[in-house]
């Protein structure tokens, strides 16, 4: 079986300042892959260590993937250390010196010496280009693998998956392939969610991988499988995704494709509707997300950050009365601030949140995490009490997520109805 090591570079890796997220990164995919990591270093610029670090764990692993110092500046050394450690010479490639000029231009970047240092190689290098500015290089040396990737995450990811991955799998496999699909879910703990994957049978079959990652507030399962055929691949893959649905329900929430806030924009349009927010606790969050999907303003027309009782009387027209023997946290509160903003707004639908996000502002009769959310429609309003935990963000973010779930699981049984 394949082994390999993952090494980062960055002084600021060392410092704590930035996390490493290419090797935890790169640490996922490859054990989804069942392609083992024997080993993770970190390094600071201008490490001494780098050589002989290098040259040890070619002694130990078949792949090792380095990351950080491909750059332009001084400190980014890491290609000249490994040619010196390789006992390789560098060439300037002429092909990727003229890309470099042209992502430049195409960036309205004035040409300076200093890039000209990103198209210098070892000698026997392939480079790694997915297109755009950034690439890196593989090398074989001996019987290894060695991928040299950039530090900046979202331009190694995209090495990685599109090139780096594929590479080692097929050297792994023979020539089989790799089908990976991320489903995200949201009302179930990991622990419950495993439980329920080790008793479905589709997912006991050979050549099926599994990875469960919190991210929160929301579950993620990985599923990776393996074979000769991509067709047959994505096939598998769809099966253990209907299995999955049929069994957790309306946790699901889908692909990771897709964000829950597209989710609801998608069943609003395929509903004809428009939706307008009301916001307490989570200070504009639930609008922030839904104006993040390209084409919001098909449905969503608006949304008021209600935060004091004036502006909750004032602008969403919840009567004073209410708020003076309930509370501006309670379900009478909520179920009007829905009804109000729907009004406002001439929205076919009216969401509303109110809540005591902390640290302070709880009581006996109403703690910490004390949260209820409202929905206004032609048929009528609903209300909805629950009680997080956690610090500030974290319930003003699991506020804005059940908040959009409650609306899309309420725009799902619309468009089942419809159907």
């Known amino acids: 079986m394949m082994q390999g090591e993952i090494i980062t570079t960055g002084t600021e890796l060392l410092t704590g300042r930035v996390g ?24 600071g610029d201008h490490s001494p260590l780098f050589q002989d670090l290098l040259v040890e764990a070619l002694t130990r692993s078949q792949f090792i993937i380095i990351t950080g110092g491909l750059g332009p500046t001084e400190d980014d050394i890491t290609v000249a250390a490994a040619a010196q450690a390789l006992n390789l010479r560098l060439f300037l490639d002429d092909a990727l010196l003229a890309r470099i000029r042209r992502c430049l231009g195409e960036r309205r970047i004035p040409w300076e010496e200093r890039y000209a240092r990103l198209a210098l190689i070892p000698e026997g290098a392939q480079v790694l280009d997915p297109g755009g500015m950034a690439c890196g290089f593989a090398l074989k040396h001996g019987g290894a693998r060695l991928f040299f990737l950039p530090g900046v995450p979202q331009e190694m990811r995209v090495l990685f998956d599109a090139l780096v991955l594929p590479a080692l799998m097929e050297s792994a496999g023979g020539g089989e392939c790799l089908a990976q699909r991320t489903l995200r879910l949201f009302g179930i703990s990991e622990a419950r969610l495993q439980q329920v994957v080790s008793q479905l049978p589709d997912f006991q079959q050979g050549g099926v991988t599994v990875g469960f990652y919190p991210n929160f507030p929301e579950t993620h399962l990985t599923l990776t499988v393996r074979g000769r055929d991509r067709q047959t691949l994505e096939e598998t893959l769809d099966r253990l995704s209907s299995s999955l649905a049929r069994e957790v329900g309306d946790v699901l929430l889908g692909s990771d494709l897709v964000s829950l806030e597209a989710l609801v924009g998608r ?19 639930i609008g922030h997300r839904l104006t993040d999907v390209p084409g919001a303003s098909d449905y969503f027309l608006g949304g008021v950050v209600s935060y004091s009782n ?48 902390g640290p302070s502002g709880g009581s006996l009769e109403k703690p910490v995490g004390t949260v209820y959310i409202g929905l206004a429609t032609d048929t009528g309003e609903d209300v909805w009490h629950y009680q997080f935990h956690g610090n500030r963000s974290e319930i003003k973010t699991l506020t804005a997520e059940t908040a959009l779930d409650r609306l899309r699981r309420e725009l799902r049984k619309l468009l089942a109805v419809s159907c």
């Open 20 to 43: 490493d997220f290419n090797a935890r990164y790169a640490a996922r995919r490859l054990h989804e892959a069942g392609l083992p990591v024997q080993r993770l270093t970190i390094l």
């Open 267 to 285: 069943y609003l349009k395929k509903n004809g509707l428009t939706l307008a927010v009301a916001e307490s606790c989570t200070g504009g969050l």
């Open 310 to 357: 004036d502006a909750k009387a004032d602008l969403l027209r919840v009567p004073a009365a209410v708020l003076a023997r309930h509370g501006a946290v309670s379900p009478e509160t909520a179920r009007d601030m829905a009804r109000g903003v729907r009004e406002v707004f001439h929205a076919a639908m009216g969401l509303a949140v109110t809540g005591i996000a």
